[in-house]
């Protein structure tokens, strides 16, 4: 029988045949502790343990892991370039602390950039979602056609629409440079 | 106030002018003014429309009534106070942008509305000429009524100021008036110079930048408000000069870079304002102020019209006051004879004081006599 699915619910998006034979969550548990196994010298310098620890690695959990993580990373450069952009659209200030934040972001680590770029597209759909949102709070409740406009709008913008030379030539060289990249990427 | 708008920018919502977008930043400086404009959009849209209202903010244009310029890096001013309040204004000026809507477009509707104004008003027959002159002037350019400069003179009390609200309403465009006679100085209009401490923008800057409320509460979300300077004539003479900064705004060339004395750093388009004055004595008026209106003189209205309007006065009264049960609907024809002998102001103040009479002496029957007459035609004291 066909099993149900819940596609509404975050279980969906981290499902994974690993995780579905016994106590994942105890298996999980197991193979953090035996990973540290590899720091000892003891393991290491001898052949039959070191052996014996590599057979007890379990490596489709290690790749699933691996994979969430990536999702996770990817999954938080989506929200948080669609927040630092919809606050880079509506910032009024003077100063521009939206701008600041965008470059206190990319900053965090060196995956950050390559990220957003990477992730680039889904995020604007995201944002234009947050500009439309923070505008009807605000009492500007658009019609569907000004909504597709805004929408629109902010499906075109690149990072290099929001960062200021300065910043795109720190973080991105390349794309300042005028190289497009790959065609899955965008945001220069 | 959530407001939906009905069709907005993005389409090509007929911008009169489009923004010559800053250089580096062109993309989210666009979309960033869009915003802005719906902000404006939506604040006109959530005013109530007067109920005679012809012209429909929701279709018209928009036009940019100023150009921010760039912040200088270094600022020459030490005073941290100017800096941090020469923010809190660009932030303003960023969040409410540079486009206006251009209220009383004209259209035939509007010059049908505008005409009514022969009955109500039988007395500013040239007046209501220039106007409709101007509206089928615009509608040939299929713009909206701008850059009125109409100098209405008259006596006292021939209704005056009632004609410019009236017009303003039937235009429904915010309206603010200005009473020239108490003022001092030509910052009230203008704004005050920066050295001062309590410096503060002019009434055009506030109506067109901050889009604060008129006198007649609209909000001034329009590039072409209608500003009422009654009683120009009486402006003090002995100091300041209250007229100054008209000599710049009322001159179309010099109007479009209109300087607020306590934003001086901001040129603001202030071409399309509406002006209308009052006076009873133009000829006290500078030479150089006079010339730049169109001087139309009003005299009393005609025996028949002033009848009618002090039927219609006495109506007015009776609905405000929620007495037309009590008392007759018509004016019997001595009180009529009795009140157009004075005027339009007079008549208004004895047919208050009768009513108020007759309701303490809890009769029905209305006594217009001249014994409240002002005290001024009154002859007391040297004669």
Redesign the interface.
Known sequence: MARKKNPSLRQEAFSHPCLEDGDATERIHQQWVGLYQFTSPAILDEPEKLKQAVSELDLDLMRCSLTMLRRHLEEAAIRDCALLTAE???D????QESLERWERWLMAAPCWPRLAQENWYQSLGKSAEI?VNA??D??????D??RG??E???G???LS??L??ELMERFFPRKAAGDEGTSGQAGG | MSTRIAKALSTGRRHREVAPAKASEPRLDALREQIAALRILTEAAGVPESPDATARRSDAPMVRVFQLPRASSDSLSADRDAQKREERIRALLNERGALRVLGALAHPELADAISGLYRSHPNFKPAIDYVIGEEMLARQKEDALCGLRLLLVGGPGVGKTDFALSLAKLLDLPCHVISMSSAQSSSGLGGSEVHWGNTKPGAVFECLIQGNVGNVGKVANVANPIFILDEVDKAADNWGDPLGALYQLLEPKTATTFVDKSVPWLAIDASRLNWIATANQPERLHEAIRSRFVEILVGAPPEDNLRTLVQGLYSSLLEEFGLEERFPARLSRSAETVLISWSIRDAKRLLRAALGHALRNGTNELVVTADAAPASDRRIGFV
């Open positions: 880079r659209v509506l009024t200030s003077v100063g500009v505008l009807a605000s009492g500007i409740v658009l019609d056609s000004t406009d805004i629109r709008e902010i075109m913008l690149q629409d929001l200021t030379k």
